[in-house]
């Protein structure tokens, strides 16, 4: 009986321990969000890609968004042609915009703890042929095997050459400024 | 009396040109997104095929299926199932790899076809056909191969096996 309990016992700490988090080399997502919202007096327009593929290491804190531009989804047509056309993204020539970043208060998110943590990343985001700096916050939670990070932030078009000067009517309907909103899943791999 | 009726002439085709100019202008800005599913296929190849000819010629294959307004070519494109997931916004997501390749094709379905893939297994060699949004290749940034991407894709045919 003894014998029975105590190798009992020694099953459960067994599982526990193997069930604790462990920090992984790479987390690599294909299940992303990335929504683009524009709001002017006249309309709100928003755009939906599900398409995108990332990778965290927890070792360096480097982030990489790799972004199918043709992805981007518009509720209008139209708007999704001149989005992709020469005088916007130009999605033919430049089919992938990039974020490549790193976490940098990396000593601050514990990976083989679950949580919510944040995070400030600072990395070079890509456009079409321009790249600029951008630092933001973004919210990295642990759960168990799975990663999850979500941030919300402003880009500046004109900042990536997209200026609008091409195209009146779209200039009218889309702000100067857009908001991106990012939800990704990772897995451990 | 003469000139009234010119000037009602130009009145009544000005006004009609501007009824039919904003007609045409509404309907282009509310016109429909191309139904994929019911237009005929630009290609048919396999998903080793289309990954070798990206891998081989990034800039190349890009000129050949991708469009400058997004509406790039439509695709039929046959493989083995090796993962089926389904992406945030519901809609199932089906990868072709060929066993010997460095990358796949990644279709992604709709709410409407969806229901198409139930009792498709890992294993199975399917068709599908379905929009191209991007190439394969190797991103060194993210140090791996980039899947094609195909949306609104539908399955056209099944092996059975």
Redesign the interface.
């Known amino acids: 009986m003894k014998k029975i309990l105590s190798s009992l016992f020694l099953a459960v700490a067994l599982l526990t321990f193997s069930e604790a988090v462990q920090a992984q080399d790479r987390y690599v997502s294909s299940k992303t969000h990335i929504k683009f919202f524009s709001t002017t007096p006249v309309e709100d327009i928003e755009a939906n890609n599900y398409a995108s593929v990332s990778t965290i290491v927890p070792s360096t804190g480097d982030v990489v968004f790799s972004v199918p531009i043709q992805s981007f989804e518009f509720e209008k047509a139209m708007m999704q042609e001149h989005f992709n056309n020469e005088h916007f993204l130009e999605s033919s020539v430049y089919p992938k915009s990039k974020f490549k970043a790193t976490i940098l208060n990396l000593d601050e998110i514990d990976f083989t703890k679950n949580g919510e943590y944040q995070a400030e990343i600072q990395g070079q985001m890509t456009i079409k042929d321009k790249t600029n700096t951008l630092k933001e916050w973004g919210t990295i939670t642990v759960e168990d095997q799975s990663l999850t990070v979500s941030a919300v932030f402003d880009l500046v078009l004109a900042d990536y050459g997209i200026t609008f000067a091409d195209s009146e009517m779209v200039a009218t309907k889309i702000g100067k400024s857009v908001e991106i909103t990012i939800t990704a899943v990772y897995n451990s791999k | 009396m003469k000139k009234r009726k010119v000037f009602r002439i130009i009145a009544i085709i000005g006004i009609a040109g501007l009824l039919v100019g904003g007609g045409i202008g509404l309907y282009?800005?509310?016109?429909?997104?191309?139904d994929v599913q019911s237009a005929q296929a630009d290609y048919v190849l396999t998903s080793s095929q289309i990954v070798a000819e990206y891998l081989t010629d990034y800039q190349a294959a890009?000129?050949k299926y991708?469009?400058?307004?997004?509406?790039?070519k439509i695709l039929e494109i046959s493989g083995e199932v090796s993962e089926i997931?389904e992406?945030?916004?519901g809609?199932k997501?089906v990868l072709l790899y060929g066993v010997k390749d460095r990358a796949g094709v990644?279709a992604?379905f709709t709410a409407e076809t969806n229901d198409n893939l139930n009792g498709i297994k890992v294993g199975r060699k399917i068709t599908v056909k379905g929009v191209i949004?991007?190439?394969a290749s190797y991103?060194e940034?993210?140090?791996?191969y980039?899947n094609v991407?195909l949306?609104k894709s539908d399955i056209v045919k099944e092996e059975n096996n």
């Open positions: 282009m800005f509310n016109k429909p997104h191309r890009n000129q991708l469009a400058a307004d997004g509406n790039s997931s992406n945030f916004n809609q997501v990644s992604i949004r991007s190439g991103d940034d993210l140090e791996m980039e991407i949306e």
